[in-house]
């Protein structure tokens, strides 16, 4: 069942605000900046986050005057704080007299102080300053009335997934032996018998560092999910610090759902957040960026467990990091924020508040930028706001969806590693081929781990879920038997939690329930495209398939495997099993999923609306739902709807009309 977490914040309505950095302007445009949130309807902001440099300039020299004020500005204002551990970038004193805490690459590169996030979350040096700081700020500002929720560190695992320093290494060390508990273990998990390496105790392994050639997968693979643990380690023992002192103020730290971060697995954290918070950015000129964003904001609330969870950034216009970076169309930053809130978030906020004047970031926007108040992004600004105190109604709501998509970070992990059948598969493409033609079809879905019970959707997709735990492929087969449909693409199934090949042939763990072998993979080349039996036009992978209780939906008409199966559908207990042994192109893609839906009994939100309109509907725990269409498109559409148009504060009766590149958000009766 979803996580019933309760929602955290004590906001009224929708929580509306970003990351504030006072430290970086003078008393006048401080005081400045309270009158303009007051005028926005802000009422949330992220604080000291990048403070520590400023809050203590020299080794136990603290200076919290300044901050003390802007809390209580902050305050009188009525505007509520996410108040930040301020460890996020150690200041240079502690670099240039603890080197030791500095972060290594793989090739020995040694990463120094400059920009951010300049120290090893496995230093115990680091940990302990850390912690010393941590209790600082909750020691100092627990009482405070301002204080809202505790921002732990920032974007954890985004510039530095992987360490490989002599303290990463101890720390490896320490998790494979709680893992595997005799090195006998280790090397079974590991089959170190390939290629001489076999380890005698714990202390001789090491981080896969550089090495001559391909480094052992299941090191690399049980690398990755240390690094995601030890991340979650220094979360949770700053977390500690903050619920021995302030045990009633809810903590959370931002994600980076798809925007930057492949290495942490976010499943893994959700019990311990308060409140999952996620950043999110678009990719510039991507014609189906909001997709991408529909699927991060999915996959915020598949990490929630289906419980209301917070945008905590996202940008007003153009960022600052991209090859080139784009401003926002008109509407765009509207749509963007209300497709979030569509999908589960209860809280909107942006990096940053006011744009800076200095620094790495000064030409990412903001909600106040450079150009100041007779500007579109300060007009946009100030609608978001109104538009979110006219959704309050629609807090706490939920996301229901009958159709999930397994995502799976280990199997990102070891799908792109190297010495795979093919080096162009990437995971995410992959994952977002089938989720674009359901986001196409107006289908909600939930982002889902392998771990989750399934039985409660009525349609399930596991695109290329290569590694699969045994108890993870009884959940999904058991699902099946009891009546859902499950799609599962090529390359699924293939080996367990070890990266251990399954024997007897493909796809592994799935063959039983999908009722087929496959013998041997075909990849195929770069400029290679096959041709299936109803025209569909297939390209990166084949493979020799053989049926063994599945029918053929689709054969291959050409190549090397013509007549073989290329489609499989198979009927198990109360439910039916889908095999797509290739790559189809768009239209293949569509038709296979639109077969697959029908057989399922799956609808979209609304029927017949166009693509590129989307709709979403939240339901209100004591009954009643919300409505939000969002409208990508330059055309108006009809929408039929009953109830109360919130953004326009009007009834509509029978139809609603939402116009191009806007949205509509119908309270229902």
Same mark, same amino acid.
């Given at each position: 069942?979803?996580?019933?977490?309760p @929602?955290?914040?004590?906001?009224a309505?929708?929580?509306?605000g970003?990351?504030?950095n006072?430290?970086?302007w003078?008393?006048?445009?401080q005081?400045?900046?309270v009158?303009l949130?007051?005028?926005a309807?802000?009422?949330?902001?992220?604080?000291a986050?990048?403070?520590?440099?400023?809050?203590?300039?020299?080794?136990?020299?603290f200076?919290f005057g @300044?901050?003390?004020?802007?809390?209580?500005?902050?305050?009188a204002?009525?505007?509520r704080? &996410?108040?930040?551990t301020?460890?996020?970038?150690?200041?240079?004193?502690?670099?240039?007299?603890?080197p030791?805490?500095?972060?290594?690459?793989?090739?020995?590169?040694?990463?120094?102080?400059?920009?951010r996030?300049s120290?090893?979350?496995?230093?115990?040096?680091?940990?302990d300053?850390?912690?010393?700081m941590?209790?600082r700020?909750?020691?100092r500002?627990?009482?405070?009335?301002a204080?809202a929720?505790?921002?732990?560190?920032?974007?954890l695992?985004?510039?530095?997934?992987?360490?490989?320093?002599?303290?990463?290494?101890?720390?490896?060390?320490?998790?494979?032996?709680h893992?595997y508990?005799?090195?006998d273990?280790?090397?079974?998990?590991?089959g170190t &018998?390939?290629?001489?390496?076999?380890?005698?105790?714990f202390?001789?392994i090491?981080?896969?560092r550089?090495s001559?050639?391909?480094?052992?997968?299941?090191?690399?693979?049980?690398?990755?999910r240390?690094?995601?643990d030890?991340q979650?380690a220094h979360y949770?023992a700053?977390?500690?610090?903050?619920?021995?002192?302030t045990?009633?103020?809810?903590?959370?730290?931002?994600?980076m759902?798809?925007?930057?971060?492949?290495w942490?697995d976010?499943?893994?954290?959700?019990?311990h957040?308060d409140?999952?918070?996620?950043d999110?950015?678009?990719i510039?000129?991507?014609?189906?960026a909001h997709?991408?964003l529909?699927?991060s904001?999915?996959?915020s609330?598949?990490?929630?467990?289906?419980a209301p969870?917070?945008?905590?950034?996202h940008?007003t216009s &153009?960022?600052?990091?991209?090859?080139r970076n784009s401003?926002?169309r008109?509407?765009?930053m509207?749509?963007?924020?209300?497709?979030h809130?569509?999908?589960?978030?209860?809280?909107?906020?942006f990096?940053?508040?006011?744009?800076?004047a &200095?620094?790495a970031e000064?030409y990412?926007?903001?909600?106040?930028?450079?150009?100041?108040?007779?500007?579109?992004?300060?007009r946009?600004?100030?609608?978001l706001?109104?538009?979110l105190?006219a959704?309050?109604?629609?807090?706490?709501s939920?996301?229901r969806?009958?159709?999930?998509?397994?995502?799976?970070y280990?199997?990102?992990?070891?799908?792109?590693?190297?010495?795979?059948?093919?080096?162009?598969?990437?995971?995410?493409?992959?994952?977002m081929?089938?989720?674009?033609?359901?986001?196409q079809?107006?289908?909600?879905?939930?982002?889902?781990?392998?771990?989750?019970?399934?039985s409660?959707?009525?349609?399930l997709?596991v695109?290329t879920?290569?590694?699969?735990?045994d108890?993870?492929a009884?959940?999904?087969?058991?699902?099946v038997?009891?009546?859902?449909?499950?799609?599962?693409?090529f390359?699924s199934?293939?080996?367990?939690?070890?990266?251990h090949v399954r024997?007897?042939?493909?796809?592994g763990?799935f063959?039983?329930?999908?009722?087929?072998?496959?013998?041997?993979f075909?990849p195929?080349?770069?400029?290679?495209v096959?041709?299936?039996d109803d025209g569909t036009?297939?390209?990166l992978?084949?493979?020799?398939?053989?049926?063994?209780?599945?029918?053929?939906?689709?054969?291959?008409a050409?190549?090397?495997?013509?007549?073989?199966?290329?489609?499989t559908?198979?009927?198990?207990?109360r439910?039916?099993?889908?095999?797509?042994?290739?790559?189809?192109?768009?239209?293949?893609?569509a038709?296979?999923v639109?077969?697959f839906?029908?057989?399922?009994?799956?609808?979209?939100?609304v029927?017949g609306?166009?693509?590129g309109?989307?709709?979403?509907?939240r339901y209100?725990?004591?009954g009643?739902s919300?409505?939000?269409?969002?409208n990508h498109?330059?055309?108006?559409?009809?929408v039929p709807?009953?109830?109360?148009e919130?953004?326009g504060?009007?009834?509509v009766?029978g139809r609603?009309?939402?116009?191009?590149?806007?949205s509509v958000v119908v309270?229902?009766?």
């Amino acid at each position: 069942m979803p996580n019933q977490r309760p @929602w955290p914040l004590h906001t009224a309505g929708i929580a509306y605000g970003g990351d504030y950095n006072p430290e970086q302007w003078p008393l006048d445009v401080q005081v400045e900046d309270v009158e303009l949130m007051r005028e926005a309807g802000v009422g949330l902001v992220s604080l000291a986050i990048f403070s520590w440099a400023q809050l203590e300039p020299r080794e136990g020299e603290f200076d919290f005057g @300044w901050l003390d004020a802007v809390m209580d500005r902050l305050h009188a204002g009525g505007i509520r704080v &996410a108040l930040a551990t301020a460890t996020a970038s150690p200041p240079p004193w502690l670099t240039r007299g603890h080197p030791e805490i500095l972060p290594e690459l793989a090739d020995g590169t040694v990463l120094h102080q400059g920009s951010r996030q300049s120290y090893a979350v496995s230093s115990p040096v680091f940990r302990d300053y850390a912690l010393r700081m941590t209790r600082r700020m909750a020691e100092r500002y627990r009482e405070h009335p301002a204080l809202a929720l505790w921002h732990v560190d920032n974007e954890l695992g985004c510039h530095v997934p992987h360490d490989h320093s002599d303290a990463a290494a101890e720390a490896f060390r320490r998790w494979l032996e709680h893992r595997y508990g005799t090195i006998d273990g280790l090397n079974t998990a590991w089959g170190t &018998a390939f290629w001489s390496q076999r380890y005698d105790s714990f202390g001789e392994i090491l981080p896969p560092r550089a090495s001559p050639t391909f480094v052992n997968p299941t090191q690399q693979l049980d690398f990755a999910r240390f690094s995601s643990d030890e991340q979650l380690a220094h979360y949770r023992a700053l977390c500690a610090v903050l619920r021995e002192v302030t045990p009633d103020v809810p903590a959370t730290t931002n994600f980076m759902m798809t925007t930057a971060n492949k290495w942490v697995d976010y499943f893994s954290w959700s019990d311990h957040m308060d409140v999952v918070a996620n950043d999110h950015y678009l990719i510039a000129r991507d014609p189906e960026a909001h997709i991408g964003l529909a699927f991060s904001a999915d996959l915020s609330r598949g990490v929630a467990g289906g419980a209301p969870w917070m945008l905590m950034e996202h940008s007003t216009s &153009a960022v600052n990091w991209q090859p080139r970076n784009s401003a926002k169309r008109p509407g765009e930053m509207l749509r963007n924020s209300l497709s979030h809130v569509a999908r589960g978030a209860d809280a909107v906020m942006f990096f940053q508040w006011r744009q800076s004047a &200095a620094g790495a970031e000064k030409y990412h926007s903001a909600m106040f930028p450079h150009a100041g108040r007779d500007t579109d992004v300060w007009r946009n600004t100030v609608e978001l706001g109104r538009i979110l105190q006219a959704l309050a109604p629609v807090k706490g709501s939920r996301v229901r969806a009958d159709v999930a998509l397994v995502f799976d970070y280990p199997s990102w992990w070891s799908t792109e590693a190297e010495g795979r059948p093919t080096h162009a598969l990437n995971y995410m493409e992959e994952v977002m081929r089938w989720y674009r033609a359901l986001w196409q079809r107006g289908i909600t879905v939930d982002i889902v781990s392998a771990a989750t019970d399934a039985s409660r959707y009525r349609a399930l997709v596991v695109p290329t879920l290569h590694t699969v735990r045994d108890e993870d492929a009884a959940r999904i087969a058991r699902a099946v038997h009891e009546g859902a449909g499950v799609l599962v693409t090529f390359f699924s199934g293939i080996v367990d939690e070890h990266d251990h090949v399954r024997l007897g042939g493909y796809p592994g763990a799935f063959r039983e329930l999908l009722g087929v072998r496959t013998e041997e993979f075909h990849p195929l080349q770069e400029d290679e495209v096959l041709t299936l039996d109803d025209g569909t036009r297939a390209d990166l992978w084949s493979e020799k398939t053989h049926l063994e209780g599945a029918e053929a939906v689709r054969t291959w008409a050409d190549g090397p495997l013509a007549g073989l199966p290329a489609v499989t559908h198979h009927s198990v207990g109360r439910g039916h099993a889908w095999y797509v042994a290739t790559r189809p192109d768009d239209e293949g893609v569509a038709r296979l999923v639109d077969a697959f839906l029908d057989e399922a009994g799956v609808t979209p939100v609304v029927a017949g609306l166009p693509v590129g309109v989307e709709a979403v509907r939240r339901y209100a725990e004591g009954g009643g739902s919300f409505l939000f269409v969002v409208n990508h498109t330059d055309r108006p559409v009809d929408v039929p709807a009953e109830g109360r148009e919130l953004l326009g504060g009007r009834d509509v009766a029978g139809r609603v009309t939402v116009p191009p590149l806007a949205s509509v958000v119908v309270h229902e009766r």
